[in-house]
């Protein structure tokens, strides 16, 4: 799992409420992603960050913040979750000393009802 | 137009079998390309990845890029059941990583 964890695995919540997802690595890889997966569209880029407090957004980032105060933990937040956020959100880390490879997370899914 | 487009099967073979992937991109700037498997409930886990157009080959497992005509594959030769997972190609540009839906596979003992 490339020293990556995600929490929580599982969460459910309402319609209009704020959430946060975290991802936490443990080798202080200096790139970290998030991305939402849904059938038809698999794996689509949120945000990305490339140090602390540095990030950029995705091809699918409205309605979504992210933030990097340590270099280990980059966290996702849906400030008024929607139903159309429903899905399983991945995290991945770049080590870019290995080369142009991500490794990804467990996952966390997440249902807005 | 999608960047990636891989055809998501699902895909059915006997043990054994050759397996073929295929993904077709758009964008001439992407340079290095990845095959991840991907079993159900888990995340993505990285199965192969090349730069240059050519063959590449793991084990059961070679991956072909061909950058003239924006076309990769994946093939998998003596196909195992515990090979029985979704498939998907990446590419990147840069910092930002585009990936296909994913080929469904199954491998029938």
């Known amino acids: 799992d490339a020293g990556i964890t995600q929490s929580p695995r599982h969460k459910v919540t309402e319609t209009g409420t704020p959430v946060t997802l975290r991802c936490h690595q443990t080798e202080n890889h200096r790139y970290m992603y998030w991305y939402r997966q849904d059938p038809g569209h698999g794996l689509r880029l949120i945000h990305y960050?490339?140090?602390?407090?540095?990030?950029d957004k995705g091809e699918v980032s409205d309605g979504y913040s992210v933030s990097r105060s340590k270099t280990e933990d980059f966290l996702l937040t849906l400030e008024s979750a929607t139903s159309s956020q429903t899905s399983v959100y991945f995290c991945?880390?770049?080590?870019?000393?290995?080369?142009?490879?991500?490794?990804f997370g467990p996952g966390t899914r997440l249902t807005v009802l | 137009q999608k960047e990636v487009e891989q055809d998501p099967g699902p895909l059915s073979v006997p043990e054994g079998a050759i397996v073929s992937l295929n993904c077709t991109y758009s964008n001439s700037a992407f340079q290095y390309f990845m095959w991840y498997r991907q079993y159900s409930r888990k995340g993505p886990e990285l199965l192969m990845y090349?730069?240059?157009?050519g063959n590449k080959e793991d084990g059961r497992f070679t991956a072909q890029v061909d950058k003239s005509s924006k076309y990769i594959s994946l093939f998998i030769r003596d196909s195992q059941p515990s090979d029985s997972a979704t498939y998907l190609c990446a590419m990147n540009a840069g910092n930002q990583f585009y990936f296909g839906t994913g080929t469904s596979l199954t491998v029938i003992p």
């Open positions: 090349t730069y240059s157009s």
């Open positions: 960050s490339y140090g602390v407090k540095d990030t």
């Open positions: 991945a880390i770049r080590p870019t000393s290995l080369g142009n490879e991500q490794f």
